[in-house]
T-cell receptor
Framework: SQTIHQWPATLVQPVGSPLSLECTVE??????LYWYRQAAGRGLQLLFY??????ISSEVPQNLSASRPQDRQFILSSKKLLLSDSGFYLC???????????FGPGTRLLVL | KQEVTQIPAALSVPEGENLVLNCSFT??????LQWFRQDPGKGLTSLLL?????REQTSGRLNASLDKSSGRSTLYIAASQPGDSATYLC????????????FGSGTRLQVQP
C-alpha cells in the first residue's frame, strides 16, 4: 500500500531564516506530487505540483520554491522566510490528474 | 477563475441528526468533485469522488450529490456521530488545463454526544 510522509511535523522559525520541508511517498512510482498551504480559516492553496523528476510547476508567485530530486521525493524550500509564510503545509500525491489525491499529515510552520 | 464556496462555515448538531453540507462552484466545466475530511491539525482524507458524468456517490452513511449545471454539490451525513466531528472540504478539478484542485474553505462540523 502507498504511504506519504512529511517532516518535520512542526517547525518554528525566525523571519529571514531558510526553510526545507520534505515529503516522500512509498509504494508507488512516478506519482504526481503537490504542495499546498492552508492558512488559518482558509481553504487549501496549491503552491506547486510536479509530474516527474525535475519538473516543477508553480501556481502562485512567492518566495517559496520546490524541487523533486527523486521520483518520490518533493521538497519545499525558502531562502528567507516571511511572517506570511506561516501556515499548515500539506503534501499530496496522485496517480494521475484524473484520480483523487492522497494527503500527508502536514507540517505546521510558525514564522516569528 | 474557479471559486468554491461552502456553506455553512460551521455547524453544531446533536448526535443522531441527519445533516447536509453544501458546496457551490462558479465554473461548471469540471472533471470531478471530491469531498475530503480533515481532523484538527491533520492531513486530508478523501471521502467521496464524483465524476462529472455522475449524479451521486455513496459510502456508508455518506452520500454526495452533484448538479454540475447549477454548480452545486451536497454531502449528506446520516445518523451523525461524535466521531464525524471534523472539517469537511469540497474540491473541484477543472475539465481542461492543468486540472489542479480548487478547494472551498470548509465546513467545521461538531456533533454533540
Amino acid at each position: 500500500s502507498q504511504t506519504i510522509h512529511q517532516w518535520p511535523a512542526t517547525l518554528v522559525q525566525p523571519v529571514g531564516s531558510p526553510l526545507s520541508l520534505e515529503c516522500t511517498v512509498e509504494g508507488t512510482s512516478n506519482p504526481n506530487l503537490y504542495w499546498y498551504r492552508q492558512a488559518a480559516g482558509r481553504g487549501l492553496q496549491l503552491l506547486f505540483y510536479s509530474v516527474g523528476i525535475g519538473q516543477i510547476s508553480s501556481e502562485v508567485p512567492q518566495n517559496l520554491s520546490a524541487s523533486r530530486p527523486q521520483d518520490r521525493q518533493f521538497i519545499l524550500s525558502s531562502k528567507k522566510l516571511l511572517l506570511s509564510d506561516s501556515g499548515f503545509y500539506l503534501c499530496a500525491w496522485g496517480p494521475g490528474f484524473q484520480e483523487t489525491q492522497y494527503f500527508g499529515p502536514g507540517t505546521r510552520l510558525l514564522v516569528l | 477563475k474557479q471559486e468554491v464556496t461552502q456553506i455553512p462555515a460551521a455547524l453544531s448538531v446533536p448526535e443522531g441528526e441527519n445533516l447536509v453540507l453544501n458546496c457551490s462552484f462558479t465554473d461548471s466545466a469540471i472533471y470531478n468533485l471530491q469531498w475530503f475530511r480533515q481532523d484538527p491539525g491533520k492531513g486530508l482524507t478523501s471521502l467521496l469522488l464524483i465524476q462529472s458524468s455522475q449524479r451521486e456517490q455513496t459510502s456508508g452513511r455518506l452520500n454526495a450529490s452533484l448538479d454540475k449545471s447549477s454548480g452545486r454539490s451536497t454531502l449528506y451525513i446520516a445518523a451523525s456521530q461524535p466521531g464525524d466531528s471534523a472539517t469537511y472540504l469540497c474540491a473541484v478539478r477543472p475539465a481542461t488545463g492543468r486540472r489542479a484542485l480548487t478547494f472551498g474553505s470548509g465546513t467545521r462540523l461538531q456533533v454533540q454526544p
